[in-house]
């Protein structure tokens, strides 16, 4: 004997098959992303920023995992982690592997950016138009930078030849650039150096400014010479076959979103950088001194082996060295004039 099926089941059975299939209740795609800074600075705030705006674009359909503090990979490894498939998206910065990212480096030679958002539109255009085979492995989302390194330290610094013989922490390209100023530079992870200040094993830190406040290096780093040595690049990836499975729609939502991302990220850190001083001046009263012009213009003096030395290596390697530098110097003035 056949048992009938209600109509009242039926109807529900249809309608749930009906909603099961609709668009706006898709099964959600769930996308991983790797971050090697605190949740609280400026990288992982961008991280957070995308991730929100990918989930509100695709309707709620794209999830978004985020994994800061190195949790999901650490910061050397996030490249090519997100190769390996071992995390779907991931954040990491150029400088971390040197001659990795031939191109990209040319942003972090000291140039003399003024701020984030001119420096991170600069990289992104300068990548738009080479379309460098650094990034073939994986698919570029989007891309920023620092603001500027500047020199913060426990006593005042008033003048370049201040800085001759100062330990100073860096990282990076800052490690060859103190170099030629001067300075004695001692290479270590942000989180080491505020043990490193208090004990005297460096005088000071090299580093964009809103580690005052994020990481409170103000209450032992009272003074900042404002010196604009380089910014550090940072680059957004996703893993190709993972993002060769997306919908159509999706990898558009994406797509609209890497300039945007781009410039919402070095304005954003712009922004905190000046809250930073306002909140290390108020708390602490921080005081911050301009080199003069002479000064910089010794400091480009000095640091300029640099970029021949860029130009030289990445000729060598078959990509248009003097081409790329002349592009960057355009790309600087242009941005600068539009991003004050």
Sequence with gaps: MKRRISPLIAAVFAVAVLLACAPGHAASIVLTYANFPPATTFPSIQMER?????????????KVQTFPGGTLLPAKNIF???????????????SYQPGRFPLSEAIDLPVGFRNARAASMALFDLI??????????????????CPPADIMTRIPVRSLKEIKGMELRTSGTGTDVL???GAIPIGMPQSEAPEAIQKGIVKGNVSSMEILKDFNFAAYLPYAAEANLFVVSF????????WDSLPA??????DGLSREQAEWTGAYVDDHVREALEWSKKKYGHQVIRLSDADQSEISRLTRPMIDDYVRKVTAQGLPGREIMKDVYALKQKHEKKYR
């Design 80 to 94: 090519d982690g997100v190769v390996a498939g071992m995390a779907d998206i991931g954040n990491f910065a150029m």
């Design 249 to 254: 729609d999706v990898k558009k939502v994406i």
């Design 179 to 181: 170099r030629r100023i």
């Design 235 to 242: 680059a957004v990836v996703m893993n190709k076959d993972r």
């Design 128 to 145: 738009e138009k080479y379309q460098p085979k650094e990034f073939a492995k994986v698919k570029l989302i989007t891309v920023f930078t």
């Design 50 to 62: 995308w991730a929100k705006e990918v989930e509100k674009r695709t309707g709620g359909r794209v």
